[in-house]
């Protein structure tokens, strides 16, 4: 007699259609859609990606696989994290994944444009992170090799997490690769001198440390340090600050045009850093000139960077783990010349890491070609088509995030819409994001009292401004709970790890 297996447990087991509650669409673009949802056995939010004709282009899918491949194997408090991909229902036939990621509510770029008032507590809880981050990631040996603020995802409570490793490289002491860089500028503004129009190179773990650097001055002065309009100008910006290069260092650069015209170059002097970035901390621009410094070796580590007197007070080693090199069979997709079929495979072999029953099954050899999985994919389809064709969705204004790479999720108000006109209450549902706050200085009973008779005004303003009427916008998502608002100065390890 056949044991009847309860609906829930076996749907929860082959492919949990029944796990995730999608709430609305908060992101669309080439890759396909973003959904906001909800766990229901944890209540936690989550994005769920969905990601549509992954093979229509072999080297779309070569990405894919790697970045998802990537953050698996790099689990770290300061690097996104992927949750779980859904089981499909046919391993030979799938065109679609859904991707589960943990719910940020926006990127470091939006924080840098809309907060004018990050103190020198933030600037510095930021770069911790993100050294911290970078430390556990070269310490496998991989590069990220795009970093950018809108590659850095953001909470209200100050939370960072690096994501998008499309682009990135595990090394393995092999022959340089070829990388194709995209020419997007933002892409180009945060890259290392030494890679200038090179397509070819052996990377190091400094070219990441000067994307670093770029972007800890755009957190100072609240725009870029080196936005090129191409790589001549981008050159041109850099030696303005940096002074010529000297014949050592040019000699470092791939490109042979890129070579000649920084030798050609009429000599600049070396402009002092506290000229172009007055009344900022003597400390923190130290420590800047040494992540922009135009020789790579010049730069530190992402370990040597965290040792900086900088962060005293505020670094432990205790939380700045490292990790072991990963294995060069992992990537041995890198080396090879794909068919669709085989990077089909191969992609439904990673998805099984997220499906361990599934796994063990793969692992024995248990046949799973010739049969259809009761899949929550199908479900899922259905409820992304439904959010897609809600009526009204034409005339609603686009979406911030646009890109084709994993992973860019997270929920991002639509600017100044009045949640009351021209909506359903029924058919759009809000998501609520939860932002604790980090842990303030102390202060004196003086202070307090003034900031207390301050927020009182404040409230009673705001509530006679914004009576019977929510604020959805993604500047009053960074503003009322602020990121601003938070100080992540003396912030104990535990808010943060």
Known sequence: MIQKMPCMDFFTEYGESNLYEIQEVVGK???????????????????????KDIFEHVSEATRILREIKLLRLLPHPDIVKIKHIMLPPCRREFKDIYVVFELMETDLHHVINTNDDLTPGHHQF??????RALKYIHSANV??????????????????????????????????????????????????????????????PAIDIWSIGCIFAEMITGKPLFPGKNVVDQLELITDLLGTPS???????????????????????????????????????????????????????????LADPYFYGLANIEDEPSTHHISKFEFDFER???????????????????????????????????????????????????????PGNEHRPPMRRRYASLPRERVCGLIDEDPDKNSDSKSRRGVAIPRPRLQSPKKSSSDIKGQESNSNKTAKARQKDNSGKACYSARCLLRSDSISASRCVGVQGSDYV
């Open 247 to 305: 014949a050592e260092a040019i000699s470092r650069i791939r490109n042979e045009k890129a070579r000649r015209y920084l030798s050609s170059m009429r000599k600049k002097p070396r402009l002092p850093f506290s000229h172009r970035f007055p009344n900022i901390d003597p400390k923190a621009l130290r420590l800047l000139e040494r992540l922009i410094a135009f020789d790579p070796k010049d730069r530190p580590s992402a370990e040597q960077a």
């Open 143 to 204: 590069f990220h090799r795009d970093l950018k603020p809108r590659n850095i995802l953001a909470n209200a409570d100050c939370k960072l997490k690096i994501c998008d490793f499309g682009l990135a490289r595990a090394s393995f002491g092999d022959a340089p690769s070829a990388v194709f860089w995209t020419d997007y500028v933002a892409t180009r503004w945060y890259r290392a001198p030494e890679l200038c129009g090179s397509f070819f190179s052996r990377y190091t």
């Open 126 to 131: 930021f770069l911790y992170q993100l050294l």
């Open 29 to 51: 673009g080439s890759y396909g859609t973003v959904a906001s949802a909800v766990d229901t056995h944890t209540g936690e939010k989550v994005a769920i990606k969905k990601i």
């Open 336 to 390: 090879k010349t794909l068919t669709k079929h085989e990077i089909r495979e191969l992609i439904y072999r990673e998805i099984l890491e997220y499906h361990p029953q599934m796994l063990q099954e793969y692992l024995r050899g248990v046949d799973q070609i010739h049969f259809m999985y009761p899949s929550g994919v199908d479900q899922f389809k259905q409820q992304f088509f439904c959010l897609e064709g809600l």
